[in-house]
């Protein structure tokens, strides 16, 4: 059963203030920070060595469980999309009010939880639990990349993430690597592959319970007050004109209440959603994601019925995996280059990524050869982590700290329930109950409906700025540009530019995606 892959459904990250504070001096401080940073990064590796998540469907499928296709199919992988939209809010709000590491804390627990319903359970119910709580982990994992910014100064950022987001992904790797290699080389059985992720696990819910736990937290505990009150949040230092306005106007709300981020939060939203660039990599997030996150949680379903091999040394699911993670990172780190007026061609761009993904799955549902299934999962992932950067910094570059993870948590839950939707119809056994196979063939017209629409927009966008620039060209100045600094040109301000960088510092994925 494949997993979503350790980014992302996870929040973006905050991208470096304007004024950085200096750099600590050499000394004792700059030592505790490395240590901070080396045990940071450490607990995120280890938390990903799970080398028996790529092997998880021909362990059920095969004699050590003995469950049916159809079992798994339509009964036991549909209660993932259902459970995790059910955990996905409220983890969200507890992660905010109990400041994170008890929220770690419940992550490893579902994770122990996980491995032990899967090597002790038996019954199709057991293992409809044990989706119940990986889908608890999948929502906590928006817990260690909120956490480690909790800890470190502004200026810390940047590279922190740098340095959170390479541990996650280099566990992701080796932990598919080393199954493998246990699978093909060392001729391991999957039951004893899961007792070694059930050892790591264990071993990574032990350090979580000597990370440090934060004072503070986006939303409900922002600190000491100052002397006016609450802490100020970014959208203070945004937009300081309205709200000095919205503490001198009278209104039915108490004082304290009208000048709480909370509050002043949907009205800031309504005039964010009003930017083009937001609501379409917004919509892009909502769409694609979902048609993402269904082809990543039944590929390995599909792999299992197109290479039904008795012999476990001859499944290749960890390298697979171990693939799709290295390409995924490489993109999102191309991404990063990529210099282009996304005003103008963002839809075409989206639309011919969108149609390489439909064609991919296609393939996946017509072919009979295992390779070229393999092969056509690691481009079509890796396709996908190409656009997340280039989502994240377009969504966020226009938006506070407090609506970025506002916005993100939206787009992450609509597309959890268009998820949801989508399998109770296609995949639960109350509702259609279509076979693997057949449910690969919705998911390519699905997508293919996905481009339809993207490359309409293009074509009447490119329409559009054809009319326009026979009368009015752009000028040269316009060519890359944020939706902020878009809109502050419009308005006839001027904005310093972005800091270096800002734009390759993107989540690979709302996975941590699930690796698989």
């Not at 079992?71 to 905010?96: G, K, M, R």
């Not at 280059?337 to 761009?349: D, G, M, N, T």
């Not at 989508?422 to 409906?449: A, E, M, N």
């Amino acid at each position: 059963m494949s997993r979503p892959f350790p980014g992302s459904m996870a929040l973006s990250v905050p991208e470096v203030e304007k004024q950085m504070p200096a750099e600590p001096q050499p000394g004792h401080e700059q030592q505790s920070w490395w240590c901070l940073v080396f045990f940071l990064c450490f607990y995120g590796f280890m938390a990903q060595m799970r080398p028996g998540e790529s092997f998880i469907t021909p362990y059920l499928l095969g004699p050590d469980k003995n469950f049916t296709q159809t079992q798994v199919t339509n009964e036991i992988t549909p209660v993932l999309s259902y459970s995790y939209l059910a955990v996905l809010v409220p983890i969200f709000l507890l992660t905010d009010y109990l400041c994170y590491k008890p929220v770690l804390l419940l992550q490893g627990l579902s994770y122990v939880s996980v491995w032990l319903l899967l090597l002790f359970g038996s019954t199709v119910l057991h293992m409809q639990f044990m989706e119940f709580f990986f889908s608890i982990t999948m929502a906590a994992r928006i817990a260690y990349s909120s956490y480690i910014f909790s800890l470190v100064p502004p200026a810390r950022y940047q590279r922190m993430a740098s340095y959170s987001r390479a541990s996650v992904l280099l566990g992701v790797f080796t932990s598919s690597v080393l199954g493998q290699l246990l699978v093909t080389v060392g001729r391991v059985a999957f039951s004893t592959l899961n007792y070694i992720s059930l050892a790591f696990l264990t071993f990574s819910l032990v350090l979580a319970l000597f990370l440090k736990r934060p004072k503070r937290s986006l939303f409900f505990n922002r600190g000491v007050p100052g002397p006016a009150g609450a802490a100020p949040s970014e959208l203070d230092q945004m937009n300081p004109g309205q709200a000095k306005a919205a503490g001198a106007k009278p209104g039915w709300l108490p004082a304290a209440w009208r000048d709480s981020t909370f509050v002043r939060m949907p009205g800031e939203l309504g005039r964010a959603v009003r930017l083009p660039q937001l609501r379409l990599w917004s919509l892009w997030w909502v769409f694609n994601s979902a048609g993402y996150y269904l082809i990543v949680y039944y590929v390995h379903i599909l792999w299992n019925v197109v290479h039904p091999t008795t012999d476990t040394t001859r499944v290749y699911n960890g390298a697979a995996d171990a693939a799709s993670t290295l390409l995924g990172a490489l993109t999102s780190f191309a991404a990063g280059f990529v210099k282009i007026r996304w005003a103008l061609w963002a839809r075409l761009v989206i639309a011919v990524v969108t149609v390489l993904q439909a064609g991919l799955v296609f393939l996946m549902y017509k072919t009979d050869d295992i390779w070229l299934c393999y092969a056509a999962f690691v481009l079509f992932r890796g396709s996908y982590q190409f656009l997340v950067p280039i989502a994240t910094f377009q969504i966020a570059a226009s938006l506070s700290q407090e609506l970025r993870a506002l916005v993100f948590g939206i787009n992450t839950f609509l597309a959890t329930v268009l998820k949801t939707v989508i399998t109770l119809i296609v995949s639960d056994k109350r509702g259609l109950g279509l076979p693997v196979h057949s449910q690969f063939l919705v998911y390519f017209v699905y997508f293919l409906v996905l481009f339809a629409a993207y490359f309409l927009a293009a074509m009447l966008v490119g329409l559009r700025h054809f009319q326009q620039s026979r009368h009015q060209p752009l000028p040269a100045a316009q060519e890359l540009m944020s939706p902020m600094q878009e809109k502050a040109m419009q308005d006839g301000a001027q904005l310093p530019a972005l800091e270096d960088g800002v734009f390759a510092v993107g989540e690979l994925s709302p996975q941590s995606e699930a690796k698989a």
